[in-house]
């Protein structure tokens, strides 16, 4: 029981334990707090990886789409004849390991 005072006993008891009981409790709400903010940051973190593999998703479709639009724009001899240089050039390796490089970073 608290010292003598001119309030009554049980009334200073019941302050006194109530702030015991916070002080008692305030690690758990603090650690509470910890685990909440940690799962907050792993869901957003997680939603910015779906984010960057839809994103790349459209970029590798829009880069098939351009390479088949510039096959199918193909239509004279010359365009022939200058589509047979690039394909013997280094151009198509170069596309190649860039689709690698999509494919790999799609697939992380």
């Given at each position: 029981?608290?010292?003598?005072?001119?309030?009554?006993?049980?009334?200073t008891d019941?302050?006194?334990?109530?702030?015991?009981?916070?002080?008692?409790?305030?690690?758990?709400?603090?650690?509470?707090?910890?685990?909440?903010?940690?799962?907050?940051?792993?869901g957003i973190?997680?939603?910015?990886?779906?984010?960057?593999?839809?994103?790349?998703?459209?970029?590798?479709?829009?880069?098939?789409?351009?390479?088949?639009?510039?096959?199918?724009?193909?239509?004279?001899?010359?365009?022939?004849?200058?589509?047979?240089?690039?394909?013997?050039?280094?151009?198509?390796?170069?596309?190649?390991?860039?689709?690698?490089?999509?494919?790999?970073s799609t697939?992380?």
């Amino acid at each position: 029981m608290a010292l003598p005072t001119p309030m009554n006993g049980q009334i200073t008891d019941a302050v006194t334990q109530s702030n015991v009981q916070v002080l008692g409790s305030a690690p758990a709400m603090a650690m509470g707090a910890i685990f909440q903010s940690l799962s907050h940051s792993t869901g957003i973190l997680y939603e910015n990886a779906v984010s960057s593999q839809q994103q790349l998703a459209i970029a590798s479709q829009a880069a098939t789409n351009q390479g088949v639009l510039q096959i199918y724009s193909v239509d004279t001899m010359a365009g022939a004849a200058a589509t047979s240089k690039i394909a013997n050039s280094d151009v198509p390796n170069n596309m190649l390991s860039l689709m690698s490089a999509l494919r790999a970073s799609t697939a992380a």
